[in-house]
């Protein structure tokens, strides 16, 4: 178990480095979303992989903050969070508890749909 978590960290420092990236892009664009004041087409297309990110504590507890989101990528947190006040994601958008809960439906059924039926409400 140790070698595993110890796999899932090293890949997470991998994934780190692609997270730095686009804290540095939306540093520079000096705007909350890559759309600049509202969100764009880009930003809805890579929400879905930070809210990956954000279950990952939820979903490896043994590496728990080890695994999460650093405080000190700020301009990420904060597109974050702006992206989780927009109506799109806010109707359609997964709580990092329910994408945890998802994830781990999927992987032992291999059915997306019952995953996300039986999700629903976290």
Not at 107 to 121: N, Q, R, V
Request: aromatic share 10%; charged share 20%; with cysteine.
């Amino acid at each position: 178990s140790s070698g595993i978590n110890a796999e899932y960290g090293e890949k997470f420092k991998n994934l780190l480095g692609v997270v730095r990236g686009f804290e540095d892009e939306l540093k520079q664009r000096g705007s909350p979303f890559l759309g600049g004041s509202k969100p764009c087409m880009a930003d809805y297309m890579i929400f879905p992989f930070y809210e990956r990110i954000e279950a990952l504590p939820l979903m490896l507890p043994d590496l728990g903050l080890a695994v999460a989101l650093p405080d000190n990528l700020r301009c990420v947190n904060q597109w974050i969070a702006s992206m989780r006040g927009t109506e799109a994601v806010q109707h359609y958008g997964m709580s990092p508890t329910r994408m945890a809960k998802a994830t781990k439906i999927s992987l032992a059924t291999a059915d997306y749909d019952i995953a996300i039926k039986e999700s629903a409400g976290l």
